[in-house]
Nanobody
Framework: QVQLVESGGGLVQAGGSLRLSCAAS????????MSWYRQAPGKEREMVAT????????YYADSVKGRFTISRDNAKNTVYLQMNGLKPEDTAVYYC????????WGKGTLVTVSS
């Protein structure tokens, strides 16, 4: 039973930072690519960052390049998203994702950035 649990969201002012965590269980975490997605009010879900199993390849949405950093700790079965220089447009529910034949999602953690 795949389970993804996000944490670390909250309310911050523009320019601030947050570190999101996703605790994974129910699968061999170290074997799978992990991703962060987000969905803002009135918008479609979008990929924010992706990291391969050994962190050899990392991808970011253009909108977050230079500000966000995805990382993983395979010993802790956890993937992180360090978000710096937050902007109001980053306000969204952030979801952890893994695709194992099908997509699995956490429930999300809300990030709100005030101007």
């Amino acid at each position: 039973q795949v389970q993804l649990v996000e944490s670390g969201g909250g309310l911050v002012q523009a320019g601030g930072s947050l570190r999101l965590s996703c605790a994974a269980s129910g699968f061999t975490f170290s074997s799978y690519t992990m991703s962060w997605y987000r969905q803002a009010p009135g918008k479609e879900r979008e990929m924010v960052a992706t990291i391969t199993s050994s962190a050899g390849r990392i991808y970011y949405a253009d909108s977050v390049k230079g500000r966000f950093t995805i990382s993983r700790d395979n010993a802790k079965n956890t993937v992180y998203l360090q978000m710096n220089g937050l902007k109001p447009e980053d306000t969204a529910v952030y979801y952890c994702n893994v695709r194992i034949t099908i997509n699995y999602w956490g429930k999300g953690t809300l990030v709100t950035v005030s101007s």
